[in-house]
């Protein structure tokens, strides 16, 4: 079994900062992308950004510049840190990772997701 358990959301005005984790625990052999994503009502939930094992970096064109992607390959968590945020980055964000779940080899690599945080953006 494995798991994703994110932290972090909140309330915040404008041009605040905030900072997400996502913890994976469980059965886990390797860990490859590690990502999040966001999603308000009445849309697809759209990559915001992710980061593969060795560290390599993409982000969405709107939050490049105000976020960082990073992640902790001890620790099997991975962050993400908003500043300058804005009414528009308003949504549910969920962590998404590729693992190969030791219970599972065969399987491959598995997308998992965590749970949500809310992040609400206002003054």
């Known amino acids: 079994q494995v798991q994703l358990v994110e932290s972090g959301g909140g309330l915040v005005q404008p041009g605040g900062s905030l900072r997400l984790s996502c913890a994976a625990s469980g059965s886990i052999s390797i860990i490859n992308v590690m990502g999040w994503y966001r999603q308000v009502p009445g849309k697809e939930r759209e990559l915001v950004a992710k980061i593969t094992s060795g560290s390599s970096t993409n982000y969405a064109d709107s939050v490049k510049g105000r976020f960082t992607i990073s992640r902790d390959n001890a620790k099997n968590t991975v962050y993400l840190q908003m500043n300058s945020l804005k009414p528009e980055d308003t949504a549910v964000y969920y962590c998404?990772?590729?693992?190969?779940?030791?219970?599972?080899?065969?399987?491959?690599?598995?997308?998992?997701w965590g749970q949500g945080t809310q992040v609400t953006v206002s003054s």
């Open positions: 998404s990772a590729s693992i190969l779940a030791s219970t599972s080899p065969r399987l491959g690599f598995l997308d998992y």
